[in-house]
């Protein structure tokens, strides 16, 4: 729907909408990066109709006075550079089909970041976390219930760890591959992009202890869909069922799990999330010698600039080695 105030014909936000359907059909976005582009979009149209201009009539400085606006309404620089990318690309579009003759937008720069880097546990919080997710799980005196919901957290942790999955990814992954007797999982990603991820051993373990206690409840009714995102019966089409709408554990109630976990294992709040985890995957592949290709490939990252924020692993790594193997290093 467009705005309020939109003005008529096509330099209203009709033309946001027919970039939104084609990133859609050509690109496979899925309905979150959809919804973020409107967003973005949403609001640049409003300075635009605000401004008594549309899309087809924005020129550079109009473009260069949005990002002042953005910056005057306290948003951070990296949340405005990610505002000129939706508005980059809208441009790109505008230009490409022929509904203008340039794009303000080529000689922008965007804001100024520092470099973010992510945050990651080490492998020793990564091992202690582990441990305390999977604590009394075969204690036969503790309730099914409590049991069952341990060793649910530990298998998407174990799972996670494994695969490096985006949090979306994994807590929507088919009851089938809790059969799987190949050592990878097929992984169909953003933009319907499809990947093989590796399935080690305590992964598998950790799955079939999981879906053990689920398809074995103690008492008849015991196993069937609790509220909150607690683990519902065995049967259906998900690994994680649930009582949600989509009929897995959601994203928010693995999250709010975790920290709990994290916060028995002594690992500050800050410090952990599900895409924290995704990337001790990927730091902890590379400090051990992968490939950073590899690495792009096991994530699903369409391009390995995206990657490239491991890069401060490989320096390091890069110096340890000349440090240590250098005929000429003091050590």
């Known amino acids: 729907m467009a705005p309020p105030n939109s003005p008529p014909g096509p330099s209203g936000f009709r033309l946001a909408e027919a970039f939104l359907d084609m990133i859609a059909a050509e690109r496979g976005a899925s309905r979150n990066t959809l919804d973020a582009y409107r967003a973005d979009l949403a609001d640049y149209h409003a300075f635009l109709v605000g401004r008594g201009v549309g899309p087809l009539e924005a020129q550079t400085d109009l473009v260069r006075a949005y990002l002042a606006d953005l910056a005057g309404r306290g948003f951070q620089p990296s949340s405005s550079a990610r505002r000129l990318s939706s508005v980059r690309q809208f441009h790109k579009f505008l230009y490409l089909e022929g509904r203008r003759g340039d794009d303000p937008t080529v000689v922008l720069e965007g804001p100024r970041q520092g470099r973010r880097l992510p945050k990651v546990l080490s492998m020793d919080d990564v091992d202690r976390l582990l441990t305390v997710a999977a604590e009394g799980i075969e204690d036969p005196a503790r309730p099914w219930g409590e049991r069952l919901r341990a060793a649910r957290m530990a298998c998407l942790l174990e799972v996670l760890y494994a695969t490096g999955l985006r949090v979306s990814e994994l807590v929507a992954l088919p009851r089938s591959a809790a059969r799987t007797k190949e050592p990878m999982l097929a992984i169909k990603g953003k933009g ?30 015991k196993g069937g869909a609790e509220k909150g995102g607690a683990p519902a019966g065995g049967a259906g089409p998900w690994l994680f069922p649930a009582d949600s709408e989509s009929g897995h554990l959601t994203r928010q109630a693995f999250a709010r799990d975790l920290k709990s976990v994290a916060a028995a294992a002594g690992i500050p709040d800050s410090l952990i999330s599900p895409h924290v985890l995704r990337h001790a995957f990927a730091s902890h592949l590379l400090q051990n010698g992968a490939d950073l290709r590899v690495v792009q490939e096991l994530l699903g990252h369409a391009d390995v600039s995206t990657t490239q924020i491991y890069t401060h692993v490989l320096d390091e790594r890069m110096k340890a080695m000349v440090r240590d193997l250098h005929p000429l290093s003091d050590g």
């Open 192 to 221: 319907g992009r499809e990947r093989l991820v590796p399935l080690t051993g305590p992964a598998k373990a950790a799955i079939a202890r999981y879906r053990g206690l689920l398809e074995n409840p103690p008492g008849e009714g």
